[in-house]
């Protein structure tokens, strides 16, 4: 009885065809390949025609070489056929001896990646890397009548260009395929090596990129095979002869633009970044003459018409953008991005143009703010502080645009209130008004009367303001009234940053102290401080109470290493003061504090 819980076989569909039909009708490879949608496709073909082929070690005694065509049982002598590059050594070359099947398979093989135009873009993505081999093996031991390794052999001359392009490809893939298998902690134990082995041979890059770079500045005459170079073995074929006369010349433009978009990419991949810049221009020049050439053939020319030349103009573009040398337009995020590997030379430009044009997300400006002024600080962008200045304004500016961030001007003028902070935000409200829409104008016009009613120097704010037109005669005067009426007499004792007065409560003695210690900058002054605070027999040690001093690590371990008292308390807080000084730029409060460290006899 059958079972039906076994799964039952999928007919084939009637225009499905199967692999070994090609053998008993070698014309039925170019019915297939021209279907519109044929099954299997040709990549699935290929892929077949190679998987039945694989690498067979032929018993020792079966000469692969020798005269005798019994052999090897089932053997067909070929003939080795002209070559793309004739060499005087070539004529002598001995018979190559293959099974009739293995060899007729090889050549299938051969015509569906010609009739691919010999993509290496398809071949790399549909195919894996063994059989990329396997394929450039099969097209070298076809054309030159003997068994070919990849890598070619260092004494063999004849050059195949898919080789050396391969070289360069592989070369990524390994690279790449070896840090995905890096041990981690999901595969911990993986073995490296033997995948190493298996996805590529260790293959020198540096030979095939000089033979590129050869080929490209070469005149010699350039020539691809044709679908019809390839001929398929029939079952009474004694000898194989392939028609090498039917290989087609290419222009030395297409030839130039496809190899130098090979050596772009590899290039970039290995840091050489003036040879890509170099590789890059030329491809694009290249490529334009190429089109030219196509273009005075036929007017009605398409990508597909392309002979050797496979270059996507989408991915072209993108290596000019990593090279710098795109003719486009860059938005301005790609100029914002490419602004701190130049130092951010450009960037108030750029942020100034964001202001009305309002592309670049907001939090990403407030980083880079972020980023500059730490950058500042640690000395390591050499720009002064109206330059971190200058690009807070823009931001604030930006933010008043923006839901939800209406904090943002009061950090500023706190951060910046030195720095005649109200010029730099005149300057940019000056930039951005011509563009703005009538709404936007409001906007910014309820901005400009809370900076003047809500902080300290609303009439000074007021005063450059004025010439912006942003309000009538009637309002000045308004505002400047509010501004007047606003103003109090703030008594003496309210501007005090440290109050006077005893208490017999020891907690509050104790954080008066504390607070007289951070704001102080006087070394004396820091040492009687923490005389007294020592008398209070503190819980914790003194260093600890202002969290924001911090000094760099090796210090701070051999500081801590000492015996906790006055002698480490009084370093520890003097480096503090120090490095709070330095991101100041107060460097002579820093070099004081530092060499009263080293002057201490304590």
Sequence with gaps: MEDPLRQKAVPLAAETVLWFEFLLDPQLITKHLKKPNPDPSPLELMSQFISVTPDVVMPPQFDLT???AESVPGGIPVTP??????AADMSN?????IPRKQMALKILALKVATWLKWNLDVLETSLPIPKQLFLLRDLCTVCFGKLISIPLPQDFQPKITSDHRCVLRLQILKDIAMKAARPSMANMFVPIEPMHQFFAPEIPPQNSVEYLQDLCKSTEPFYVFTYDTFVTLHADTETMRQNFEHMQQISLAELRA???????NFYLYTKQYRQAREAVNECRRNLKEMKTDYKAESAKYTADDYLFCHVNDDELEGYLLAC????????????????SWKQYKDIIETLREDNYIREIPLINRRILELDIEGLI???TLKETRTFEMQVAALNVVRSIFEEGNIFASVDYFEKYKHLNSFIAIVD???????????SERYIVKNFVIDCILKQNNGKQFLLHIQHLQLFTPIELRDLEQQSAEEEMIVPPLATLNEWKFSSKIMRIEVGSLERQLIACTNANTVRKLLVKLAATNPTKPLWTVNPSWEIATPIKSMLMSMQRGFLQDFAYVLLGKAREMTAKNDYIGAIYQSKTISNSHY
Excluded: K, M
């Design 66 to 68: 020798s005269p005798e």
């Design 81 to 86: 056929g002209a070559s793309v590059t004739t």
């Design 93 to 97: 070359v001995d018979g190559l001896r």
């Design 258 to 264: 496809q190899i130098y978009y090979d050596l772009v």
């Design 324 to 339: 710098g040398c795109s003719e486009q337009r860059t938005t301005l995020t790609e100029r914002f991005n490419a602004a």
């Design 377 to 379: 600080s640690q000395g």
């Design 428 to 438: 940019v409200i000056a930039n951005v008004i011509p563009h703005c829409n009538l």
